[in-house]
Structure formats: C-alpha cells, structure tokens
C-alpha cells in the first residue's frame, strides 16, 4: 500500500528523486533495542527509540519468516556469560530463604519482532514457546544461570536481572537458584525480561501461569515492568500463540491497543510494577516463598 503511494505521489521531479531513492533502498530490519545511560543507575535498555538513547547493534537484513506456534527442537543449554562481564549488573541480594525443592520446569510464552523494513508500516513478528527449568544449587555458589545460543547480549543482561528481581521479590536467596532457559530461536532486546521474571517467580511459589496469557515488557532492577515498542505487531504473535490475553506496561499510551485488541479477541492488561504482572499472569498474589 505504502509503495503504491509514493508512486501515485511523485509528481514532482526533484520528488520522483526522492521516491526513487525509496524504491532502491534494500530490505532492512533495524536492531530491537536502544541503551540509555543515567546517571547513578544502571543502563536503560529499551526497544523504542527515546532521546539521548543511541541504538544497539546496526542495521540487519531479514527473510519473511512463516509463523508457528510450534517451538523448533531448543539447543542444549550452555553457561551464560558471567553477570560481572555485563556492564552495571544488577544486585545480587541475599534473600531470606535457601531450603533445598524439587525442579521445576514450565513453558514461557515469548514474543518477538522485527524492526520497521523499508517500504513497509509492519515489520515481521513471531511467537514461540522457551522452555524454563528452576532448580536449587546446593553449594551456594550461584545463581547458575543457564540458556543456549539462541540467547543474544540484550536478552541475556534482560534474563541475569530477571533472576535477581524474582528472587528478592519472592525472598529466595539466589546464590542457590539454578535458571536455565531453551530458546527455539535467537533472541535479542528486553522487551521478554518481565515474562522471564514472572516464570522464575512463579516456579519459586509452584503458581502454574496461565495458558491464555503473552506479555511485554522489559523487567528493572527496581521491579518496575517498562516500556517497549511495535506492541500491535507483538499482539499478532500473541494471536499465532492462540493467546487471548496480553500483559504491557503502562508506561506508554496504549489506547489503540484496546481497540486492536478487540478486533482480535485478545484483552490487553496494563501493568507497571512487577507484583501487578505476576497476578496478571498466574492469577496469584506475589508473595514470599514460605518457611518450611
């Protein structure tokens, strides 16, 4: 539609230059994320574009992808880059709880998309299921944080923070945690951080999440559940994912998510801290794990 615009539009000459440009321009995908400094804080990673950001990684081609949401078979899982080797890690705090339970393992719904391609107002998305595995780490010398090599930078700092935020919100102490995640395809930006900290929170309580559920929405050291971006493209990978339910922060307006949302049986829950995203997903109160 956009094309046949431009061509309809392109009257004037020095114009027509401009809109031959625009027919020539190869297919690009922009990197998802953005890295925001603030002072006294750890790096902001977001995937929209905010002033003073500068964008993360450069310009990439892709292949339309044909949605499904069937995962492809995961990677053995592999030792993640240490936390210390990501610039401003999180705390690691100590929690009030270390008793010895039984592994856990749950699916994690998760939602990704391609940046806008050129010539084009949508971008590719898709949805696929990562399989997340919670177990206790005896000698006390973690967390052990696991995933595969589908797991790209971004992600991988947005999972290490999850740890750390699940873990304290739920009083669990996280040097005996073991979190391992298998991803069926590569991953990259933070916008999956919240369902991540939601998974490890809910295998901590034994809350199953619900099967009607996607979310969005990156997951800060201070438990807030922020901003992301292409939302309405991340609702249609929600839909392959036969959801019909999708958490988002509030951070943005998203008025015209409702109405998208209606036209695609999916109801749209704004959240903004990490205890709201947590009973959204499971239907739970987040509490502390108890004391045996």
């Given at each position: 539609?956009?094309?046949?615009?431009?061509?309809?539009?392109?009257?004037?000459?020095?114009?027509?230059?401009?809109?031959?440009?625009?027919?020539?321009?190869?297919?690009?995908?922009?990197?998802?994320?953005?890295?925001?400094?603030?002072?006294?804080?750890?790096?902001?990673?977001?995937?929209?574009?905010?002033?003073?950001?500068?964008?993360?990684?450069?310009?990439?081609?892709?292949?339309?992808?044909?949605?499904?949401?069937?995962?492809?078979?995961?990677?053995?899982?592999?030792?993640?880059?240490p936390i210390s080797s990501i610039a401003n890690p999180p705390l690691q705090?100590?929690?009030?709880?270390?008793?010895?339970?039984?592994?856990?393992?749950?699916?994690?719904?998760?939602?990704?998309?391609?940046?806008?391609?050129?010539?084009?107002?949508?971008?590719?998305?898709?949805?696929?299921?990562?399989?997340?595995?919670?177990?206790?780490?005896?000698?006390?010398?973690?967390?052990?944080?696991?995933?595969?090599?589908?797991?790209?930078?971004?992600?991988?700092?947005?999972?290490?923070?999850?740890?750390?935020?699940?873990?304290?919100?739920?009083?669990?102490?996280?040097?005996?945690?073991?979190?391992?995640?298998?991803?069926?395809?590569?991953?990259?930006?933070?916008?999956?951080?919240?369902?991540?900290?939601?998974?490890?929170?809910?295998?901590?309580?034994?809350?199953?999440?619900?099967?009607?559920?996607?979310?969005?929405?990156?997951?800060?050291?201070?438990?807030?559940?922020?901003?992301?971006?292409?939302?309405?493209?991340?609702?249609?990978?929600?839909?392959?994912?036969?959801?019909?339910?999708?958490?988002?922060?509030?951070?943005?307006?998203?008025?015209?998510?409702?109405?998208?949302?209606?036209?695609?049986?999916?109801?749209?829950?704004?959240?903004?801290?990490?205890?709201?995203?947590?009973?959204?997903?499971?239907?739970?109160?987040?509490?502390?794990?108890?004391?045996?």
């Amino acid at each position: 539609m956009y094309p046949t615009i431009l061509k309809h539009t392109c009257i004037v000459p020095f114009i027509f230059n401009l809109c031959a440009m625009a027919y020539a321009l190869p297919d690009l995908v922009r990197a998802e994320t953005w890295i925001c400094s603030r002072t006294g804080q750890p790096d902001l990673y977001t995937d929209r574009s905010v002033p003073g950001c500068k964008q993360l990684g450069e310009a990439k081609t892709y292949s339309p992808l044909e949605i499904s949401p069937v995962p492809h078979s995961p990677q053995p899982a592999i030792p993640l880059p240490p936390i210390s080797s990501i610039a401003n890690p999180p705390l690691q705090l100590q929690g009030r709880k270390s008793s010895p339970f039984s592994e856990v393992s749950l699916p994690l719904p998760l939602l990704s998309v391609g940046q806008d391609k050129a010539g084009s107002i949508t971008g590719a998305w898709t949805g696929f299921v990562a399989h997340l595995t919670v177990g206790y780490k005896a000698d006390g010398k973690g967390p052990e944080i696991l995933g595969d090599s589908n797991l790209l930078p971004a992600s991988i700092r947005s999972f290490h923070t999850a740890v750390a935020v699940a873990a304290k919100a739920v009083g669990y102490d996280p040097r005996y945690l073991s979190v391992r995640i298998l991803v069926p395809a590569r991953l990259d930006g933070p916008s999956v951080g919240g369902i991540f900290a939601v998974g490890i929170a809910a295998a901590l309580l034994g809350d199953p999440i619900r099967q009607d559920v996607c979310m969005s929405g990156t997951i800060e050291p201070d438990a807030e559940i922020q901003a992301v971006g292409r939302l309405v493209d991340k609702m249609s990978a929600c839909r392959d994912l036969r959801k019909t339910t999708m958490i988002v922060p509030d951070a943005l307006d998203n008025s015209h998510l409702n109405f998208t949302g209606a036209e695609r049986s999916i109801q749209v829950i704004e959240v903004h801290t990490f205890a709201e995203a947590y009973s959204a997903a499971t239907g739970q109160i987040l509490r502390q794990v108890p004391i045996n």
